[in-house]
């Protein structure tokens, strides 16, 4: 089944929902006081059903105080019924909405001249005639045009197969997409619980599936699905839905919100885009104006801090960034239209380059922004990717990004981990322009440690990673993994190139702390003895003790007791000697047989059970060398 949204258009009063009515036999007029009215005053809603094609109709208002509620049921157009009254022709709404039509990159329409049974045929012609003139160079030159009588019925056939032709030929929403709901209407059924309608924009949705209503950030599951007045297992991009929420309340959810899959999308409060100025705007668009923001069924205010200029004149295009009052969902190629504060008339709008950028400071070089608005995906893709910088992105978040199938986001991403351009670490994204930026830093920082302790053997990792706080753990620890210019020991890193090293004047305490405790034996001066002893501090003798103790000159007893090899080994060796005659030996034969005091032995033989040269039972130690 194919499935199109098709929208009216046109000034107040000119048949719009009357058509429609026409077309469906369904009245699109809910509302009691659009009734009384006569006037369509919120967007309504009918469908027109074909052979394996389903059109959906969204009927929207078209007083000019209403243009916001016109703004909400017109993001998800793919074709425009653009009406024009037979008896006044072309009106003021009739401009603004073929302005906002335009702005909103809406490619397909046909015109329909109403209320051709109340005038002349002659007049009809002459409207006609100065309807193409109206539409030239926009994207309804060319549309075919169709006088028609909702009263009488004349042409209502031709307008219906028209339709079903413009439909087929049009360039349907992609079901592979993230599914993805802005909603339109929000109401109570009773049995039922909270409902939202709204057109699909991408995707699919299925009943029992965990589902976000953002940015509201309310968590619920699909309760029950509707599409087109019939019950649906599962529905897709293109249709019209009505989605029953489980356990939520009516009041915490309004027209604006989107519904989409859970874990997925994050709600924005600026957008990096480009923005065109009407040719008939009253006045040029200063830089930081603020505006009325429109984008989906979303409304806010937003700031626009125009990038090249102090003030965009009408008819010109630029970049800019918008920094939205309240968060909202959007996603690159998304279209959005602005309005004036005061008066409020529309007076531009353009499209989503990128919806989660950062703060971008006034600078010469936009050529990142040429890249999202005319370069290829994986161009858009390597841009985003690099413009993620340290922190990465997760290639779910990228699928968020752009409304574009997921398989061709994948595939994109892959093309570009092939050539080298970009490199998955624990999911995320990075472009290797950072990773080289990244282990440069590493070495840097490395190479700085070294140079100011010549001692150490490396530094710690716990202490490095605190230096890449911006980079999630993980991730830091997999892209030091793959730095092939460090060396990873345990829990210490040092670049290849780097050996711990004494100066000179550290080779004159090294030579006076091997002397002493060699000359000590068993009775050998603690750390902070020898910094006493040479007056030198305690970390520069822990420093050439660990150094020394690496290069196998001393052994390490404890943190604050070392001993001269030579000393060690006759220990080791007095020890095997007394085991030729008995296996155990006590604390206090063991102090006799070095001439040490206990204060020495205890701390030898924790060391010697840890190396399991001896074993501790009881109060004894089972000597297992011999």
Same mark, same amino acid.
């Given at each position: 089944?194919?499935?199109?949204?098709?929208? %009216?258009?046109?000034?107040?009063?000119?048949?719009?929902?009357?058509?429609?009515?026409?077309?469906?036999?369904?009245?699109?007029?809910?509302?009691?006081?659009?009734?009384?009215?006569?006037? %369509?005053?919120?967007?309504?809603?009918?469908?027109?059903?074909?052979?394996?094609?389903?059109?959906? +109709?969204?009927?929207?208002?078209?007083?000019?105080?209403?243009?916001?509620?016109?703004?909400?049921?017109?993001?998800?157009?793919?074709?425009?019924?653009?009406?024009?009254?037979?008896? =006044?022709?072309?009106?003021?709404?009739?401009?603004?909405?073929?302005?906002?039509?335009?702005?909103?990159?809406?490619?397909?329409?046909?015109?329909?001249?109403?209320?051709?049974?109340?005038?002349?045929?002659?007049?009809?012609?002459?409207?006609?005639?100065?309807?193409?003139?109206?539409?030239?160079?926009?994207?309804?030159?060319?549309?075919?045009?169709?006088?028609?009588?909702?009263?009488?019925?004349?042409?209502?056939?031709?307008?219906?197969? *028209?339709?079903?032709?413009?439909?087929?030929?049009?360039?349907?929403?992609?079901?592979?997409?993230?599914?993805?709901?802005?909603?339109?209407?929000?109401?109570?059924?009773?049995? !039922?619980?909270?409902?939202?309608?709204?057109?699909?924009?991408?995707?699919?949705?299925?009943?029992?599936? *965990? +589902?976000?209503?953002?940015?509201?950030?309310?968590?619920?599951?699909?309760?029950?699905?509707?599409?087109?007045n019939m019950a649906v297992k599962s529905a897709q991009a293109g *249709?019209?839905?009505?989605?029953?929420?489980?356990?939520?309340?009516?009041?915490?959810?309004?027209?604006?919100?989107?519904?989409?899959?859970? &874990?997925?999308?994050?709600?924005?409060?600026?957008?990096?885009?480009?923005?065109?100025?009407?040719?008939?705007?009253?006045?040029?668009?200063?830089?930081?104006?603020?505006?009325? $923001? #429109?984008?989906?069924?979303? =409304?806010?205010?937003?700031?626009?801090?125009?990038?090249?200029?102090?003030?965009?004149?009408?008819?010109?295009? %630029?970049?800019?960034?918008?920094?939205?009052?309240? /968060?909202?969902?959007?996603?690159?190629? &998304?279209?959005?239209?602005?309005?004036?504060?005061?008066?409020?008339? %529309?007076?531009?709008?353009?499209?989503?380059?990128?919806?989660?950028?950062?703060?971008?400071?006034?600078?010469?070089?936009?050529?990142? !922004?040429?890249?999202?608005?005319?370069?290829?995906?994986?161009?858009?893709?390597?841009?985003k990717v690099k413009d993620s910088a340290f922190r990465g992105i997760?290639?779910?978040?990228? #699928?968020?990004w752009a409304a574009l199938d997921i398989a061709e986001i994948d595939?994109?991403?892959?093309?570009?981990?092939?050539?080298?351009?970009?490199?998955?670490?624990?999911?995320?994204? !990075?472009?290797?322009?950072?990773?080289?930026?990244?282990?440069?830093?590493?070495?840097?920082?490395?190479?700085?440690?070294?140079?100011?302790?010549?001692?150490?053997?490396?530094?710690?990792?716990?202490?490095?990673?605190?230096?890449?706080?911006?980079?999630?753990?993980?991730?830091?620890?997999? +892209?030091?993994?793959?730095?092939?210019?460090?060396?990873?020991?345990?829990?210490?890193?040092?670049?290849?190139? @780097?050996?711990?090293?004494?100066?000179?004047?550290?080779?004159?305490?090294? $030579?006076?702390?091997?002397?002493?405790?060699?000359?000590?034996?068993?009775? /050998?001066?603690?750390?902070?003895?020898?910094?006493?002893?040479?007056?030198?501090?305690?970390?520069?003798?822990?420093?050439?003790?660990?150094?020394?103790?690496?290069?196998?000159?001393?052994?390490?007893?404890?943190?604050?007791?070392?001993?001269?090899?030579?000393?060690?080994?006759?220990?080791?060796?007095?020890?095997?000697? @007394?085991?030729?005659?008995?296996?155990?030996?006590?604390?206090?034969?063991?102090? =006799?047989?070095?001439?040490?005091?206990?204060?020495?032995?205890?701390?030898?033989? =924790?060391?010697?059970?840890?190396?399991?040269?001896?074993?501790?039972?009881?109060?004894?130690?089972? +000597?297992?060398?011999?």
């Amino acid at each position: 089944m194919r499935h199109v949204i098709l929208g %009216t258009a046109g000034h107040i009063d000119h048949g719009k929902s009357s058509l429609v009515l026409a077309l469906t036999g369904i009245d699109p007029d809910r509302l009691k006081e659009e009734k009384e009215r006569g006037i %369509t005053i919120d967007l309504g809603f009918a469908d027109l059903k074909y052979d394996m094609l389903t059109v959906g +109709i969204v009927d929207v208002p078209g007083h000019e105080r209403l243009i916001k509620n016109m703004l909400a049921g017109a993001g998800g157009i793919d074709i425009v019924l653009f009406v024009i009254a037979a008896d =006044e022709g072309i009106m003021p709404q009739s401009k603004e909405h073929l302005a906002i039509c335009g702005l909103l990159g809406i490619k397909a329409g046909i015109i329909a001249i109403t209320k051709t049974d109340i005038v002349e045929p002659d007049i009809v012609e002459v409207v006609a005639e100065e309807v193409r003139d109206f539409v030239a160079g926009t994207f309804l030159e060319g549309a075919p045009i169709v006088p028609v009588s909702s009263r009488s019925g004349h042409n209502i056939d031709r307008l219906k197969g *028209q339709i079903q032709q413009s439909a087929l030929a049009t360039t349907i929403k992609s079901p592979s997409g993230i599914f993805r709901l802005p909603i339109d209407r929000v109401f109570t059924l009773k049995g !039922f619980g909270t409902v939202v309608t709204g057109t699909a924009l991408a995707g699919t949705i299925s009943v029992d599936e *965990q +589902i976000e209503v953002l940015p509201s950030g309310i968590r619920t599951k699909v309760r029950g699905l509707h599409s087109h007045n019939m019950a649906v297992k599962s529905a897709q991009a293109g *249709q019209r839905i009505a989605v029953n929420l489980q356990g939520v309340d009516k009041s915490a959810i309004s027209r604006g919100d989107v519904v989409v899959r859970s &874990d997925i999308f994050t709600a924005t409060d600026k957008l990096d885009a480009e923005v065109r100025l009407l040719k008939n705007a009253a006045k040029p668009l200063k830089n930081r104006s603020s505006v009325h $923001f #429109h984008i989906g069924t979303a =409304e806010t205010t937003a700031r626009v801090v125009l990038h090249k200029a102090e003030k965009l004149m009408p008819g010109e295009t %630029t970049f800019c960034q918008l920094r939205l009052e309240t /968060p909202l969902i959007a996603m690159a190629g &998304d279209r959005f239209i602005i309005r004036r504060l005061s008066p409020v008339d %529309t007076i531009g709008g353009g499209i989503v380059l990128d919806p989660s950028p950062a703060i971008r400071r006034r600078k010469a070089d936009y050529s990142f !922004f040429d890249i999202y608005l005319k370069g290829s995906l994986r161009e858009k893709i390597a841009e985003k990717v690099k413009d993620s910088a340290f922190r990465g992105i997760l290639k779910v978040k990228l #699928h968020a990004w752009a409304a574009l199938d997921i398989a061709e986001i994948d595939k994109a991403v892959e093309a570009l981990k092939k050539d080298g351009l970009i490199t998955e670490v624990n999911d995320a994204l !990075f472009h290797m322009v950072y990773i080289n930026k990244i282990h440069e830093d590493i070495a840097a920082k490395l190479r700085i440690y070294h140079n100011n302790n010549p001692l150490q053997s490396g530094m710690s990792k716990e202490e490095l990673r605190g230096l890449f706080k911006q980079i999630e753990a993980k991730a830091f620890y997999k +892209i030091l993994g793959a730095f092939h210019k460090v060396v990873i020991d345990k829990d210490l890193i040092r670049l290849k190139d @780097f050996m711990p090293s004494l100066t000179q004047i550290d080779e004159g305490v090294k $030579f006076k702390i091997i002397g002493a405790l060699r000359a000590s034996e068993f009775q /050998p001066p603690t750390k902070q003895e020898l910094a006493v002893t040479f007056s030198i501090k305690e970390k520069q003798v822990e420093d050439i003790l660990k150094l020394l103790a690496k290069d196998g000159l001393l052994v390490r007893i404890n943190d604050s007791l070392y001993m001269d090899k030579g000393s060690y080994d006759k220990m080791t060796g007095t020890l095997s000697a @007394f085991a030729k005659g008995k296996k155990e030996i006590t604390v206090s034969e063991f102090r =006799e047989i070095l001439g040490t005091t206990r204060k020495y032995a205890l701390p030898f033989l =924790e060391h010697l059970d840890g190396k399991k040269i001896t074993m501790r039972v009881g109060d004894k130690r089972k +000597i297992l060398i011999g």
